[in-house]
């Protein structure tokens, strides 16, 4: 069965960086988009950025420029590079197989002084 493995949260100070990972199992991954998603403490699960199979990507307004989403196939994983980190960002991050309603347990990102 599909299986989604969220990793490399923490805890970090304003404009620090965080590289989360995914590893996915039980699919054929390279054919599918990949996106991060997060939630916050009474909030709906919000996207965050998108890896499509062929290499294109796309980010929320609030984390373009910051963040940095990428794939490795041959590994069946995903990545999240967090840069300039903000208190904003705080939130339990996903990451999503295509438009499948199936999540890991994700993993925490808490950025506070």
């Known amino acids: 069965q599909v299986q989604l493995v969220e990793s490399g949260g923490g805890l970090v100070q304003p404009g620090g960086s965080l590289n989360l990972s995914c590893a996915v199992s039980?699919?054929?991954?390279?054919?599918?988009?990949m996106n991060w998603y997060r939630q916050a403490p009474g909030k709906e699960r919000e996207f965050v950025a998108e890896a499509m199979y062929g290499g294109a990507t796309n980010y929320r307004i609030s984390v373009k420029g910051r963040f940095t989403i990428s794939r490795d196939n041959a590994k069946s994983m995903v990545y999240l590079q967090m840069n300039n980190l903000k208190p904003e960002d705080t939130a339990v991050y996903y990451c999503?197989?295509?438009?499948?309603?199936?999540w890991g347990q994700g993993t925490q990102v808490t950025v506070s002084s």
């Open positions: 039980g699919v054929n991954f390279r054919y599918y988009t």
């Open positions: 999503r197989l295509g438009s499948l309603e199936h």
